[in-house]
């Protein structure tokens, strides 16, 4: 894994200064060619006054869990908070393809963690797909990657309160005709492994009365085997499916609005439905020290309006 080191000045303990986002027109350009594998990692000094937030630090997560757990204590002695989050959400998680810097909501609030904590950030590029096996194996600390919070995956790890509520939506090309849930019948649809999306398209079919749910059980589905009323191709990362869209290969791509809008270029467009509310979360590995300091700093940056702060200067209203 190549890792490059930046240096940055953060103004205040708690990092949430913003750079300003990378304008949509360029990324709209940049979309096809971002790779969203985890094949990168960047470094973000957060300690321009290092001594003194790592005191302060060690104090809050003392002050959270009793005393400061074993796995919060490892991420203070290595120095680097590593954080798992998207490279192609604008407005999330976003790196600009000239510069290499990330930026968005996502970001920032990594940066804040890691300003808590006394440490540097390091950013890894995870995908649907891969950021669960990332934080499962140890190579990153938590998930800050438009991961939505479900029941099902609360048995695997823990979320804190969610900072932000998307929508499921689905893109077409203008070509195709579709403009409706309803023409999406017997349409095959691209989605993202590892992805709440299909599941959520499936439900909206049948709440809407389009489909039967006839052997729907959210418990057990799989986008691998449905094919009552519509279809799912299964991709490893959001790029290919757009290049599956352009391609025919599928009749629409369906996952959070959030993530559509860098694929949302001339000749395709939302259908006139949102659909499935996703709160994510902050995701860390069950029990762990640092699932209290996430809670403490989501709570915290809710109750003072950094959060809303943060969302509307990052474009996301
Ligand atoms: N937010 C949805 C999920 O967690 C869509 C997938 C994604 O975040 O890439 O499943």
Sequence with gaps: MRKKLVSTLMAGLMGVMLAACGSASAAEGAAEAVSTAPDSAETVSTSAEEASTEAVATESASATAGETSEDVQAIIDRGVLRVGVKNAVIGFGYEDPLTGEYSGLEIELAKA????????????????????????????????????????????????????????????????????????????????????????????????????????????FDPATWTTGVKFQQYDDYPTISTALSAGEVDAFCVDKSILAIYKTEGRSYIDAEFSPQEYGIATKKASGLSAVTEELVTALLADGTIDSLIKENGLE
């Design 113 to 220: 963690l890691a300003g808590k904590l006394g440490v540097d950030v390091e950013f890894t590029a995870v995908t649907a797909a891969t950021r669960t096996e990332l934080l499962d194996s140890g190579d990153i600390d938590c998930v800050l990657a438009t991961f939505t919070i479900t029941d099902e995956r609360k048995e695997s790890w823990d979320f804190t309160t969610p900072y932000y509520t998307d929508y499921v939506s689905v893109l077409v090309e203008d070509s195709k005709g579709i403009t409706t849930l309803e023409n999406l019948v017997d349409a095959t649809v691209g989605v993202s492994s590892g992805s709440t999306s299909a599941k959520s398209l499936v439900s909206a079919m049948i709440e809407a009365g389009l489909i039967s749910g006839d052997g729907f059980d959210p418990e057990t």
